[in-house]
């Protein structure tokens, strides 16, 4: 059953609300939403398409989820968004649905996103990710786990970000910003490792170090890119997670890393 339902939401027939969904005033709920349970609707927030709420989610004032894509390639078809749970969405943010039949827009747990955030079509959003206020995604990219996106950074289409990656305020993404690496800039450049979110994730001396070679390896010997990642392939402690885990990134990568900031 749900929570408390204020007499002013429009709560449309269809709507499958969970146990303890709080809704505002004024709010709406679309035909085909299905809200988690313990999942609060601010007052003026909007969860229409074909969209699913994890538990525990937050909905500021004005915030709009689900809505169509603005892709203008969109031909029609079921679409839609799926959101796993304890997400905050403040306000005016706004996270589209996808644009060809079938497909989802789809986000993780624990995200932060403050306000006016645009996630576009066919986006793939881990988890503990935060994006500041007005930064924004262009369709088909994908953040992976505790990527900060600071306040009015814009990435661009298919780009991908790496896990504990930081995209700093005001700085336009082109390419793929490889894991814990941070990237600032128009169009961003890799600037040096994301030691302070790194330390404040708990990675160890030992894994520190590792991941400030990689970043030598990538960006400050000379190498080209091939030669950079054989290095990596063939180091003593190429079997570690942060080294596999930034060739696996290299592996799937489809624009390009990042390239380094010269000087």
Not at 19 to 42: F, K, M, N, Q, S
Request: aromatic fraction near 6%; hydrophobic fraction near 40%; charge should be neutral.
């Amino acid at each position: 059953m749900a929570g408390r339902i204020h007499p002013t939401a429009i709560i449309e027939p269809g709507a499958r609300l969970g146990v303890d969904v709080e809704v505002g005033a004024y709010a709406y709920v679309g035909p085909e939403v299905i809200l988690g349970d313990r999942t609060r609707l601010h007052h003026h927030a909007s969860v229409e398409g074909d969209t699913w709420l994890g538990a525990a989610c937050e909905v500021f004032p004005y915030a709009c989820l689900g809505g169509r894509t603005q892709d203008l390639k969109f031909a029609g078809g079921r679409t839609g968004l799926r959101v796993g749970d304890r997400n905050i969405f403040r306000e005016y943010v706004t996270l589209h649905a996808a644009t060809r039949d079938g497909d989802m827009t789809r986000v993780g747990s624990d995200n932060v996103l403050l306000a006016s955030c645009h996630v576009a079509h066919d986006c793939v959003l881990g988890n503990h990710i935060v994006m500041s206020n007005g930064a924004v995604l262009a369709g088909h990219v994908v953040v992976e786990d505790h990527v900060v996106v600071g306040g009015y950074g814009g990435v661009h289409q298919f780009c991908r970000l790496g896990a504990h990656a930081m995209l700093s305020a005001t700085a336009k993404l082109v390419h793929d910003l490889p894991p814990y690496c941070l990237a600032d800039g128009t169009p961003a450049e890799v600037r040096a490792v994301n030691r302070v979110g790194l330390e404040r994730r708990g990675f160890s001396p030992e894994q520190l170090e590792r991941v400030k070679r990689i970043h030598r390896l990538l960006y400050r010997e000379g190498l080209n890119r091939t030669q950079a990642l054989e290095r990596l392939a063939a180091d003593p402690d190429a079997g570690t997670e942060e080294f596999r885990r930034m060739l696996e990134f290299a592996r799937v990568s489809e624009r390009g890393l990042a390239r380094g900031a010269r000087g």
